[in-house]
């Protein structure tokens, strides 16, 4: 007599227990998904593919090659230090002392905290909430007190954190700091659009072995026009932007001409309204021209 089949011993029954389980586990994954904006945004992060930054290089002809002296005694020109790099290797440099001014108890470069204003006012009229600052400024000793309590993994040495510069921000949603940022439509506003007002998310995602942090969607580092916009749209930090702004060449990008140089002598476009100069504490200056319209 004929034995009956035993289901489980079928080829069959292993493949359709298989796809059905498969088919559970897509189900819960999206069904996650749909609830964890958080989750859903990471996700979004690691597929992104970004463009190569909007620069062109330039050709010196028909500029002056003014000396640097000079040029630093323009009233067009301002000397910042919005391009100073400040990581692991590149320490706060000896004697830096920002002049700072204060939001709500938490000091900041005045030109960080005109930033943070208009773009806080953006995040409100835009997702209905408003972004607070959890840390700005720190002295050296306040910084190795963050350093004692959290370890290298959350604050980075004394001496070696950009909040000792006065153009660090830790900002936070009311009861949702940290990576619960994200969580909020203020939060993923501000990691998607901070560009478009000076900021950068120094701290991005998957960058860790360039930027030596884990990833901060909190931390934001003011960088001036057009650098912050130029890096969050091609999915750059800072050390890989200054990396690509080889020395002693021209780049335009839109009204602005960029120049990072040791030289004593600088190529200067006839006619711009302001220009910044940034110490990159790399051993070079970094001139942001903005040319005058039209
Ligand atoms: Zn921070």
Same mark, same amino acid.
């Given at each position: 007599?004929?034995?009956?089949?035993?289901?489980?011993?079928?080829?069959?029954?292993?493949?359709?227990?298989?796809?059905?389980?498969?088919?559970?586990?897509?189900?819960?994954?999206?069904?996650?998904?749909?609830?964890?904006?958080?989750?859903?945004?990471?996700?979004?992060?690691?597929?992104?593919?970004?463009?190569?930054?909007?620069?062109?290089?330039?050709?010196?002809?028909?500029?002056?090659?003014?000396?640097?002296?000079?040029?630093?005694? #323009?009233?067009?020109?301002? !000397?910042?230090?919005?391009?100073?790099?400040?990581?692991?290797?590149?320490?706060? %440099? @000896? =004697?830096? *002392?920002?002049?700072?001014?204060?939001?709500?108890?938490?000091?900041?470069?005045?030109?960080?905290?005109?930033?943070?204003?208009?773009?806080?006012?953006?995040?409100?009229?835009?997702?209905?909430?408003?972004?607070?600052?959890?840390?700005?400024?720190?002295?050296?000793?306040?910084?190795?007190?963050?350093?004692?309590?959290?370890?290298?993994?959350?604050?980075?040495?004394?001496?070696?954190?950009?909040?000792?510069?006065?153009?660090?921000?830790?900002?936070?949603?009311?009861?949702?700091?940290?990576?619960?940022?994200?969580?909020? #439509?203020?939060?993923?506003? !501000?990691?998607?659009?901070?560009?478009?007002?000076?900021?950068?998310?120094?701290? %991005? @995602? =998957?960058? *860790?072995?360039?930027?030596?942090?884990?990833?901060?969607?909190?931390?934001?580092?003011?960088?001036?026009?057009?650098?912050?916009?130029?890096?969050?749209?091609?999915?750059?930090?800072?050390?890989?932007?200054?990396?690509?702004?080889?020395?002693?060449?021209?780049?335009?990008?839109?009204?602005?001409?960029?120049?990072?140089?040791?030289?004593?002598?600088?190529?200067?476009?006839?006619?711009?309204?302001?220009?910044?100069?940034?110490?990159?504490?790399?051993?070079?200056?970094?001139?942001?021209?903005?040319?005058?319209?039209?």
């Amino acid at each position: 007599m004929r034995r009956p089949a035993i289901p489980w011993r079928s080829r069959r029954f292993w493949l359709v227990a298989a796809l059905c389980l498969l088919l559970c586990l897509l189900l819960a994954a999206g069904g996650l998904l749909a609830l964890r904006g958080d989750w859903r945004y990471r996700l979004s992060l690691r597929l992104r593919r970004y463009p190569p930054p909007e620069l062109t290089v330039l050709s010196a002809e028909g500029m002056t090659a003014r000396p640097l002296d000079e040029l630093l005694a #323009d009233p067009r020109v301002t !000397v910042s230090a919005e391009l100073l790099l400040v990581n692991g290797s590149h320490p706060v %440099p @000896d =004697g830096f *002392s920002p002049d700072l001014t204060d939001e709500g108890g938490c000091p900041m470069l005045p030109a960080a905290l005109e930033a943070f204003r208009r773009m806080n006012n953006a995040v409100r009229e835009q997702t209905g909430t408003r972004l607070y600052v959890l840390s700005g400024w720190r002295s050296a000793a306040e910084q190795e007190q963050e350093w004692l309590s959290g370890g290298e993994q959350l604050a980075a040495r004394p001496g070696y954190s950009e909040h000792q510069t006065g153009m660090a921000l830790d900002v936070c949603v009311l009861g949702y700091g940290g990576m619960s940022f994200l969580k909020t #439509d203020a939060g993923r506003w !501000v990691n998607n659009r901070c560009g478009e007002y000076s900021f950068i998310i120094r701290y %991005p @995602d =998957g960058k *860790s072995e360039e930027t030596g942090m884990s990833y901060e969607p909190w931390h934001l580092r003011y960088v001036g026009a057009p650098h912050a916009q130029l890096m969050m749209e091609s999915g750059l930090t800072l050390e890989a932007y200054l990396e690509l702004l080889t020395p002693d060449t021209l780049f335009r990008s839109g009204e602005y001409v960029i120049l990072r140089t040791a030289a004593q002598t600088v190529p200067t476009p006839d006619s711009f309204s302001s220009c910044s100069v940034s110490d990159d504490n790399c051993g070079y200056r970094i001139f942001t021209f903005q040319l005058c319209e039209g």
